[in-house]
């Protein structure tokens, strides 16, 4: 007999959970539902068209052709990226309204997840406002700068009482107290 041990194969560390949130708190892909998965992708295209200024079939053509894009609901992305676009100048306008600082030193990441935010308050009836606030903010979380997600939370939670405002309200109503 040899004195001889096999050596011991590594531990590999635990297999880590599909939900949940990731260090940076974004949503696990596991946790995300056809609807947040079209936002995401709407989000690169839109990206792709504020800076690479690609053309919108261009994009939708490239989009499509990502891993993961059959998961995502196909018609909320259409709506979303070709929506934005098309709307453009009106989102703007609109978001400029709440900004401290030229749309010019503005990410584009966030400015992309600001179009999907008020294009979703303004198109998206189906969509609570609160719903619509929660999903750009993890959209900013995920894609955006460190601090990215608390001025798209600003932006948006400034102008919910404007383009919801009666959901806005009944929301305030159901929640006070008095």
């Keep these: 007999m040899s004195d001889y041990q096999t050596p011991a194969t590594p531990k590999r560390p635990p297999r880590q959970p599909r939900t949940g949130l990731t260090s940076t708190g974004a949503r696990k892909a596991g946790s995300k539902n056809a609807r947040s998965r079209a936002r995401e992708f709407a989000v690169q295209a839109l ?8 053309s919108v079939q261009d994009i939708d053509v490239y989009t499509r052709d990502l891993a993961g894009f059959a998961k995502a609901d196909t018609l909320h992305f259409d709506a979303l990226l070709h929506g934005c676009i098309e709307h453009a100048a009106q989102l703007d306008a609109l978001v400029l309204t709440r900004l401290d600082r030229p749309m010019k030193e503005i990410s584009p990441i966030e400015h992309a997840v600001m179009w999907i935010g008020v294009y ?3 198109h998206c009836p189906d969509v609570p406002w609160r719903v619509v606030l929660n999903e750009c903010i993890e959209l900013a ?25 009666l959901e806005v309200q009944a929301d305030r109503v159901k929640n006070d107290p008095h």
């Design 120 to 122: 979703e308050m303004q």
């Design 141 to 165: 979380k995920e894609f955006g700068g460190a601090d990215g997600h608390k001025y798209v939370n600003a932006v948006l939670n400034g102008l919910a009482p404007e383009l919801r405002a």
């Design 47 to 54: 990206y792709q068209s504020m800076v690479g200024k690609n």
